[in-house]
């Protein structure tokens, strides 16, 4: 019998069934990774597998089972649980020191010497031995989930639950929260469940689970899953067809097709259970635009734009560019600068320095963006929707704000439901959808008037890769029919191989801005741009 | 229970109170509340405006008008103006009332015949007026009497009236509201604070830190209240302090049962706030849920507006579910009367707070799961 063994676990939430019948098991030292969309079940099953939840099943760790959180409370000593969230765990006023000090607490960890230096230990490897003295509501992303990480090795469990912890995390912090982890099961043989949406990170784990409506669906070691999904694998197609999904690169059959085979990613194994679950991308068809206006060259210019919070500088003295018809991606980790950046170019924070024009315009007062207004797009990190209205009347809304001719308005909803594939859903609400749903009206609601430029902020975290991947198609296909403008930014550093240029942000400063393929050029080695952005971070230390 | 962890936990959560300076809230809200009411509730009337027109000018009429300058309850102004010009005043919230003196009243007196004064109140607020036409008459009465016993006229058989007033001699507001807040302060205040103690923890996700960890109930419960309750007992003197150095009540009873029943009270507060956090999840909704629960009966049942005793049928009843009622009988002893332990009453309202911690706690506890919902 495997050391952890997890049979018929089902998590229930009122009427809806989050995990379904799942079963695992792992062995000491082994690191299994979770993935699989938002609300697949990973988390369910990880504060199952914690005690933190009521669940149906049984739980075997180590020859003791429970059925419940009560009777894993004997247990408890042994696991560690680090929920979602950055610094979820964290006392915003409490220093890294005391929070060491309190988790040692209440674990009621001896404070010999022993502790003294495996706590020592921790804290050189996660490089927060200089901050001791720090607040945790002053650390960076990275160092809280870093802090977390550590605050839940200390007592050395045996069976370590980490959900997300590298979401929106940068790329070195990344590096580093693995190196820890993958230390500590070597040395202490524990258990580590692990789930990411970072695929680069799946592909490193012993064992990978792909979740999908509360099942796993797909299980085995990186290298197993790859090869179960070459056969369907091939090289991107030049037309559609309606059993195949085609993707960045890659189009994915269950029925052999007449094309070169490619070499599959972890990516892959969505595409291809969307497959099996008869689910298919259908095609993004955009229309054209109604009225076609002329557009300036240079769309958006920053110059040494900069934005403090007191004394923390969110945006220091950036410069960026974005022409016409031009996909620019500004990636970087959270806290990075990239909303505050959106948000000054929309006027909903105040300019401290620098200059900006839109569209040919020097923006100096509130009175210059006024009839901006109507050329520009914008879909905010949360989607500013109205939760007690239906997708159409929320529409309408929109459409009302802009003053379109309410017939004109029906008739766009109408088009855009289609093209954009929500159609079915129109007459739901919003808390009813599946976030990329969700984030595919949000894109309609701000194209209703037909602007030039569509600022986006984080349209992609939490959605899908499915989702995603008809997000980015929709974006392409805007560009290319009406020649729009668009900035978006994100924390997935894939993304960026989607965009025209990227500017990469770290820390408030900018320390890339290039195009995909000259960055390409720049760094021969790197397989993926996650690699080069490394690259970046690294010099910038 | 292992001390501690207990220890610890506390040990944080004070030091998250003074950095996030929810401290601050502890010790001025209550303070804040006792002034704020203290100083703010009146029932009775002094200083009320009065226009005095005389058209008789006489001796006798001077002598009336002298009764009401001489006196507390009004800021007397003698005018020579019409009833119109005057109403004008009372109309533009300048003064209260209006007292005529007819022209020939001391000659219509004198003679024996009918005088007929004129009195116009601003009766807007009811209470105010009824109160300020009782003492207009009552001075004029008391003018009438004195006139009639200096012209030699016999008062042989007229009934006097001895009176006394029992517990607040000076039947002064202060002494009749201040120890009533007291009640209502130390209910609010301390079951926010629990509420948010927890609720805090939910909101922001730390609350992980006890469901995830060996962490038992009874500890985390008394990591979270112990904090609240030592904080608070501070105020249980402050708020003496306040009452009888600042509105300068009596104090005329046993100063430990007065400390007592405010440390048991306390403890309802607390089980009250903790039972709240545990079926709320934001602080805003647990703050405006304590406030609900807590301020409308406190303020209804705490004997400050109206004595429970003159309630009746279905108030009377809602009184006596309410915690504030039992306390703040033994509080209005302490201050006012100083029965004290002699008290049957005393003592059977003690053990009914004592009830109530008892079973808001065990609920509260009952209901909090190491578990997310």
């Not at chain 1, 960055?519 to 080695?525: F, S, T, V």
């Not at chain 2, 039972?275 to 909704?285: P, Y």
């Not at chain 2, 309630?311 to 009367?337: C, K, R, V, W």
Request: include cysteine; proline fraction near 3%.
């Amino acid at each position: 019998m495997a050391d952890l063994e997890v049979s018929n676990l089902s998590v229930h939430y009122k009427k809806l069934t989050a995990t379904h019948s799942v079963s695992l098991s792992a062995n000491s030292g082994d690191i299994i990774g979770f993935i699989g969309a938002d609300g697949a079940g990973k988390s369910s099953l990880m504060h199952a597998i914690a005690g933190v939840i009521h669940f149906e099943g049984t739980v075997s760790y180590k020859g003791y089972t429970y059925h419940s959180p009560q009777e894993c409370e004997k247990i408890k000593p042994e696991i560690s649980l680090m929920p979602q969230g950055i610094g979820l765990v964290l006392y915003d006023t409490l220093s890294v020191e005391e929070h060491l000090e309190f988790f040692a607490d209440i674990r009621d960890i001896k404070q010999d010497e022993k502790f003294l230096a495996y706590k020592e230990k921790l804290l050189h490897m996660s490089g927060l031995s200089e901050f001791t003295k720090r607040l945790a509501g002053n650390l960076s992303g990275g160092m809280m989930q870093k802090l977390s990480l550590i605050c839940a090795l200390l007592h050395r469990p045996k069976l370590l639950i980490l959900d997300e912890p590298t979401t929106g995390v940068d790329p070195l912090s990344r590096l580093e929260l693995w190196d820890i982890l993958d230390a500590i099961r070597k040395e202490e043989g524990t258990i580590a469940l692990v789930s990411t949406a970072y695929m680069q990170e799946a592909a490193k784990m012993d064992k990978i689970l792909l979740f999908d409506e509360g099942k796993i669906i797909a299980q085995g070691s990186n290298a197993e899953l790859i090869d179960s999904i070459r056969p369907f694998t091939y090289q991107a197609l030049k037309e559609y067809r309606e059993d195949v999904i085609t993707f960045d690169k890659r189009s994915y059959s269950l029925a052999p097709l007449q094309a070169q085979v490619a070499e599959p990613t972890l990516e892959g194994l969505f595409f291809i259970n969307a497959l099996k679950n008869n689910k298919t991308l259908p095609p993004v068809e955009i229309g054209d635009k109604e009225q076609q206006e002329s557009v300036p060259p240079v769309i958006m210019q920053a110059k040494g734009l900069t934005k403090y919070f007191g004394d923390f500088i969110a945006d220091d003295h950036i410069d960026i560019e974005l022409k016409s018809a031009e996909i620019l991606g500004l990636l970087g980790a959270n806290g990075a600068g990239k909303t505050t950046f959106i948000k000054m170019l929309l006027g909903l924070y105040k300019i401290d320095e620098g200059s900006l024009s839109l569209l040919g315009k020097d923006i100096k007062s509130a009175d210059d963006r006024l009839e901006l207004k109507s050329k520009i797009g914008y879909v905010s990190q949360h989607f500013a929707l109205y939760n007690d209205m239906t997708v159409r009347e929320n529409l309408i809304y929109f459409a009302n704000m802009h003053k379109i001719p309410l017939d004109k308005a029906l008739q766009r909803i109408k088009k855009y439901a289609y093209e954009l594939g929500f159609a079915p859903y129109m007459d739901k609400f919003p808390t009813e959808l599946p976030l990329g749903v969700n984030q595919r009206f949000s894109i309609a609601a701000a194209l209703l008037h037909e602007p030039l430029v569509l600022f986006l902020d984080e349209p992609t975290s939490g959605v899908d890769t499915i989702a995603r991947a008809q997000f980015w198609q929709i974006l392409h296909k805007l560009k290319e029919k009406w020649g729009i403008s668009i900035l978006i930014t994100t924390h997935y550093m894939s993304e960026a191989e989607y965009c025209d240029r990227v500017v990469l942000l770290k820390r408030g400063k900018k320390i890339a801005d290039d195009t995909v393929a000259n960055l390409y050029k720049a760094h021969p080695d790197a397989k993926s741009f996650e690699d080069i952005f490394l690259s970046y971070f690294e010099a910038q230390i | 229970m292992r001390i501690n962890i207990i220890k610890a936990y506390m040990l944080k959560e004070f030091k998250e109170l003074v950095r996030t300076r929810l401290i601050v809230m502890v010790y001025l809200l209550p303070s804040m509340i006792l002034i704020l009411f203290g100083y703010g509730i009146r029932m009775d009337v002094s200083h009320a405006r009065l226009i005095i027109i005389d058209n008789d000018q006489s001796k006798l009429s001077q002598t009336l008008s002298s009764k009401f300058e001489h006196t507390k309850y009004f800021d007397t102004v003698e005018r020579h103006m019409s009833e119109t010009q005057a109403l004008r005043e009372i109309k533009q919230a300048k003064k209260d009332a209006i007292l005529i003196i007819p022209s020939s009243f001391e000659k219509n007196l004198l003679k024996g015949e009918k005088s007929e004064l004129g009195i116009f109140i601003d009766a807007a607020f009811p209470t105010r007026g009824t109160t300020i036409e009782t003492y207009i008459q009552g001075t004029i009465l008391s003018m009438a009497k004195e006139v009639l016993a200096k012209k030699g006229v016999a008062q042989k058989g007229m009934i006097t009236i001895n009176s006394r007033s029992l517990f607040n001699q000076a039947m002064r507001d202060e002494d009749a509201i201040v120890p009533g807040l007291i009640g209502l302060v130390l209910l609010i205040a301390p079951a926010i604070l629990a509420a948010l103690l927890i609720v805090k923890e939910k909101e922001k996700g730390t609350i992980f830190n006890f469901y995830a960890s060996p962490l038992s109930k009874n500890e985390f419960l008394a990591a979270k209240l112990l904090p609240a309750f030592l904080l608070h007992s501070l105020n249980i003197f402050i708020l003496f302090l306040l009452s009888v150095y600042l509105f300068e009540v009596p104090f005329r009873g046993s100063f430990f049962l007065y400390w007592l029943a405010s440390e048991l009270y306390i403890l309802v507060s607390l089980s009250l706030g903790m039972f709240i956090s545990v079926i709320t999840k934001r602080q805003i909704v647990a703050v405006v849920l304590t406030v609900i629960i807590t301020l409308i009966p406190g303020f209804l049942y705490s004997g400050i507006i109206m004595p429970i005793s003159s309630m009746d049928g279905a108030s009377q009843i809602e009184a006596h579910l309410f915690p504030i009622m039992y306390y703040n009988h033994i509080i209005y002893d302490t201050f006012l009367i100083g029965e004290g332990f002699a008290s049957q009453k005393n003592l059977l309202y003690l053990g009914i707070l004592l009830l109530f911690t008892l079973v808001l706690f065990s609920v509260g506890k009952l209901l909090l799961k190491k578990e997310m919902k």
